[in-house]
Structures are given as structure tokens and as C-alpha cells.
């Protein structure tokens, strides 16, 4: 077994202690099934220390050992919230561990099925190996499943009918041995993350990497012969019964104007708010530029590695995406020039969206500057806006009052560009934008 090769065009990696790998599993079948395709269901198991600190919580449920950032803890608070809201549409259970599970034992369940049965079986909807992942999955993150104990995996084999005779030897023996192995071999491959999915064109003997959910609609597009124009990166949408429906018709978005993430989310943002009949809320925010990879050197330690890998894969992920090439990618430079423009724009009553999308355009697509006064004037001037006094407007309060927003938006937490406020709940990046949509548009 190579870590990107397989009988069949789709590889899909999860690993048990993923949430974003659970709530990845159901659409992904869904997706499947609607097209007739099968894939290649792979464990990954992922060294989370490595790359985002530990954590474990002490009887009384507080956090008694941990190692982690303040910007490492944030991530890993949203990422639990993110996949509880979309839990919630499926009620499904996602609750917080207790510590970092050690999730090989489970994985090497999943090599146990795997040699037991042909790739064919191992794909039927009914097969050993999905009743396996269901019957893992669902106990684990309801707390009810300790998958660190050789009994409860042979137990669950046992349970969903497979042949346990041998598998203790194996899994602490040969399967132990080969789970290791194939571990190692798959992060050398580029396998970094869950959910991840391998796309094999066997005409040209390409391979493409996505990692996460939101990109089915594209892998879809891919293996049904790219007909028409490649989707665009989105997350399932869903009604959640419970939830009340938003007071508001207006949603604030937060970008950075030298986030390429941002700037792809542009248009298909404005387009949501057209359709949804909602008003845009711009804020602009500062973000960590994104950093450029840089090579690890000959033997780098695996969170090292885990950083280049990442770093080149989303490069690699926000060109695929964009309608022209992509420059100026790592670009460090901040400035509040571009926010004090919008405030000057929204006391003029003037169009946002349109100073928005212009904005956006001089950098990324017509690659120039937006760093100075007179760079933004040549911007309001386009649009028809007045443009008398906004240098000594800049220069009087303008970029204090930007840089105060900007300041208060970073004190809540928002760090991600682009990131959606609905009534001061967070979404982090155009692919909630169905969700969104169907929010919006009750």
C-alpha cells in the first residue's frame, strides 16, 4: 500500500480524533453515492503536539497540563465550536476531550479489515470497514469509547461481525509494525491533515492533495470529467430547528485586504448578500502575513516538517482557486491607509462593496500598491467619490480611527481574514457561506 496510490481515482485519510474527519465522513459518502463513485477509506494518524501543543483536563475538568500558545489555544476553541454548529444541523455529539488521544490502535482496526477483504468489498456502503468507522466515530465523541484499550477496538470488530481471530497478536505485533510504517511513509507523502483526499488521474498520473470538507464540490467536479466551471470551496448547508432565526439582515465581514484568502471570498461574498437581499458590514483587520515555506533542512523534526508541508499546501490551495495568477503572496506590509478609505467612503455614503472590490483588485490583480494616501485617493477617484480633504482627513484622525477598529476587532478574537460576524457569532472563511445563506435568508 502506497500512501497516494490506489485502485480507485479517491483516497480518503481520517483519523478517529479528528471532529472535522467525523463530520467530513457523511458528505462524503453522499457525495459518492450521488455520483456512483467509490473511495479508499485510510487511518492518519495525527501527531497533534507536534504541531499545536497538548492539553489535558484534570477531574475537575479544568485544563491540568497543557503546552499551547495563547494563538494555539484560540485555534482549537473555534475549530470545537465550528464543528459543534455544524454537529448541530446533523445532531450529531461533539463534545471536548480530555486529552490528545492516542487513536493507533483503532487505525490499525482499520488495516485488520482492509487485509481481510478485496478494495471492491472494502467500498460497498455496507462493507466491514464503513460499519466500522460508524461504530468508532459516534461512542468516541460522545465520551462513551476509550480507543486506547485493545479490548473495546476487538470488541467493536467483534460486534460489527468481523473475524477477531488473530487480531490482538496482530495489533501488537505485525499490525503495530506496518500502522507505524505507514504513518511515517504517508506524512513524508504530503499527508499532513483529516479529512485529506487524494485525487488520481490515471490518464495523466497526476495526484492532488485537498484537505478539508469544504473542498467536495471540486473533488466532485474532478471525478465526474470537470464539465462546466470548477465549484468554488464550500462547507454543506443545513436548518437547524433549534436555532432562532437571526434579528438582523446585515452581516459583518472582516478582511484584511492582503489576505488572498479574502480576496477570494470577494465576490462570492457580495454575490451571497445580493442573493440573500442582506446588507455587508466591512471591517478591516489585520492577519499574520502568510509565511512563506521554507526548507526544514536534512533531518527536521516532525513539527518542522508539518510547518513546510502546510505552508507549500496552501500556497498550492489559494492559487488553484483563483482566476488569474497569484503574486505577492507573503507580502509582510500592513498599513491602515485602506481601512481610513472606507470610513471616509461610508461618510460620504458612498457604495462599500465597490470600494471593497476596487481595493482588492489594485492589489491582487493589478498589482499595485495600496499602502499610502495617495494610493487610496487614486481608488476613491475611480469610484466617483469625493477625494477633497482625505489626505488631511488621514492625517487628522483617519488611520487612529482605523487602527482603534482594528484594535478592538483583534481584543474579540478575530484574527482570520476572512472572517463573518452573524450577531456576533464567528465564521471563518467563505466556505460557511451556504450556511450563511440559508441563515440569512429565512
Partial sequence: MQPLQSAVPLIVYIDFKSPYAYLA???????????????????????IQSYLGSAKLGKSGKVAEQSRSPEQWSGVKYAYFDCRRYANLRRLTVRGTVKIWNTDLPAIGMFWLKQQASLEEQCRPDSLLNRYIDAIYEPFWKREMDVEQLDVIEDVLSGIGADVTGFRAYAEGAGQDFNADFQHAAFEAGVYGVPT?????????????????????????????????????????????????????SLTVCVDFKSAGAYLALQPTIKMARDAGIELQWQIIYTPALREPTDPGAKPDRGALHKYIRGRYLVDDLRRYAAHELSDLHDAQRSDFAAAGLLWVNDKQGDADAYITAVFARFWRQRENIDSAADIAEVLAGLGIEVSGFTAFVEASGTAQAQSQREDLAGQGISFSPTYLLEGEPFQGRQHLPLLYSLLDR
Wanted: proline fraction near 9%.
Fill in 197 to 249: 483526499y487524494i485525487l488520481q488521474d490515471t490518464t495523466s498520473g497526476t495526484i492532488q492533495r485537498y484537505f478539508g470538507r469544504e473542498h467536495l464540490p471540486r473533488i466532485a467536479w474532478h471525478l465526474t470529467g470537470e464539465q462546466g466551471p470548477a465549484p468554488d470551496i464550500a462547507y454543506e448547508s443545513g436548518f437547524d430547528a433549534g436555532r432562532t432565526p437571526p434579528a438582523t439582515k
Fill in 25 to 47: 465522513v457523511e458528505p462524503t459518502r453522499q457525495m459518492l453515492a450521488q455520483h456512483g463513485l467509490v473511495a479508499d477509506w485510510r487511518p492518519f494518524v495525527l501527531d
